[in-house]
């Protein structure tokens, strides 16, 4: 905690020039505002106003300057010549890849099922009836979000490899700030519960092939939900135009 040296260790620390009381307190209004915008409170676009921020967290207009200054280097803000800084949107192409990714991933989970270890298999049953859990007693999105991810990432468990989950996991922290807002909005959460439940049951009856499809549908579902909550259909139908 000596301000003059060793600060090279957090990838961060030269962007934090101020004093140390300031330091640690611009530290946790970023991980409030972190907070906020994976659980949904904060909406991609809404702008991140300095004296308002200052005011709501009973802090320094330098120190949101500061914490802002974090956010945007760290992708979930960003900084507009004339608007300010504003909670950051994903771009639709990284979305993309993203999904691509995870879907490879927890695809080749489901294709591991009848060979994957019984405890992997019901770290999906567990992980189901917790998300269906938060759901019926309408948890808040935050929470939501992180058991409904933790499904997923329990699919990829089935191929009994910890890098894989690890990818996966990383994957899943960069769609954070997206899922965010399309959970917040779309409040269907018991219908994902059961899609999620038509999935295991496929599993359990033994049909792989129609789980993997089942998988694939729902993937393709959330992507389009993603792009077309924010706004970011990269091939919008003449429809919609
Ligand atoms: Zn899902």
């Known amino acids: 905690m000596t301000g003059e040296t060793q600060t090279a260790e957090t990838p961060f620390g030269s962007l934090v020039s101020i004093g140390l009381e300031q330091t640690s307190t611009v530290d946790r209004v970023v991980e409030e505002l972190r907070r906020a915008v994976f659980e949904g409170e904060l909406e991609s676009g809404t702008p991140l106003r300095e004296v308002a921020l200052a005011e709501s967290l009973g802090v320094s207009r330098p120190t949101v300057r500061e914490a802002l200054t974090v956010l945007v280097a760290d992708g979930l803000a960003t900084r507009e010549p004339h608007r300010g800084v504003a909670v950051a949107t994903p771009d639709p192409e990284s979305i993309g890849d993203v999904s691509r990714a995870r879907g490879v ?131 919008p139908s003449p429809a919609d135009q």
């Open 105 to 235: 991933l927890e695809l080749a989970g489901v294709r591991h099922w009848d060979s994957a270890d019984e405890a992997d298999r019901e770290a999906v049953r567990t992980a189901l009836q917790e998300y269906g859990a938060a759901v019926a007693r309408a948890a808040e999105y935050g929470e939501l979000n992180r058991r409904h991810l933790a499904i997923h990432l329990s699919l990829v468990g089935l191929t009994g490899s910890p890098r894989l989950v690890a990818m996966a996991a990383q994957l899943t922290a960069e769609l954070r700030l997206a899922l965010a807002q399309v959970d917040r909005v779309r409040q269907n959460a018991s219908d994902q519960a059961a899609s999620h439940q038509h999935l295991l049951d496929l599993l359990e009856a033994g049909d792989v092939d129609a789980a993997a499809a089942e998988l694939e549908e729902h993937l393709q579902g959330a992507e389009s939900a993603i792009l077309e909550r924010l706004g970011l259909d990269p091939n």
